[in-house]
């Protein structure tokens, strides 16, 4: 192997760096670690980033499994033999009939299934094709237009959901009260509620926009 193919294969099996406050993290949580383990007692900020960190790594070994269900535990679960799963897994595009079966490809091959069969699935079909017309049936077809690119725009990674997005900046804020506790250390207590204040007006507005209910079809009409 040559010198450069090693680098490259270094590169790709090196763990990316962490950031400052992940790395404190870490450190604060191996210290409370090494404690409970000798049997000495614990701060509470020792142990608040240990019960962080356990729930980090259950959720890291979560995604490691879901990336690798045994075929046998797929049958299981499905009543189907390997046989009818492999035939299944040709005739619709979905890939559970492998060895091991990635639970991630498997949702999302499931759901571009439904969407792009959702016509045909649907017992509606016969009003979008329907010779006649009427207010109601206009109203009809254009939600379901609206519900198709709302599910195209999602399938298209341009529509996340409001769950997703609070998760999203509920880990953020989390990051960051970790570095606030890093400036408590060495600044004192003013800087640290500085930031706490600045993090619950944050998280304020996020509940105000993420919890907002979304329009009813009478306010759209009268709207």
């Avoid at 193919?5 to 950031?19: D, Q, W």
């Avoid at 979008?128 to 237009?145: F, G, K, M, Q």
């Avoid at 509920?170 to 060495?186: F, H, K, P, S, V």
Wanted: net charge neutral.
């Amino acid at each position: 192997m040559s010198r450069a193919s090693k680098n490259n294969a270094t590169k790709a099996t090196a763990k990316p760096r962490l950031g400052v406050a992940e790395r404190l993290e870490k450190e604060t949580a191996t210290r409370a670690y090494r404690k409970v383990m000798a049997g000495e007692s614990v701060t509470a900020e020792e142990r608040s980033a240990l019960k962080r960190y356990e729930k980090q790594q259950e959720e890291e070994r979560r995604w490691q499994y879901y990336e690798s269900i045994p075929q046998k535990h797929w049958r299981e679960m499905s009543g189907r033999q390997t046989k009818v799963l492999h035939e299944q897994a040709e005739k619709y595009g979905i890939p559970f009939g492998e060895k091991t079966i990635n639970l991630s490809r498997v949702v999302r091959s499931l759901h571009d299934f439904l969407a792009a069969n959702a016509r045909r699935l649907s017992e509606d079909d016969d009003l979008l094709d329907a010779a006649i017309s009427s207010p109601a049936l206009e109203r009809y077809r254009e939600e379901r237009a609206i519900l198709a690119k709302l599910d195209r725009l999602e399938r298209e990674g341009q529509l996340i959901p409001r769950d997703e997005i609070r998760l999203g900046l509920g880990q953020i804020a989390a990051i960051l009260r970790t570095a606030g506790e890093m400036l408590q250390r060495q600044f004192g207590n003013d800087a640290v509620e500085i930031l706490n204040d600045g993090l619950e007006e944050a998280e304020r507005c996020i509940s105000k926009i993420c919890d907002r209910d979304a329009p009813s079809c009478d306010e759209d009409q009268s709207s």
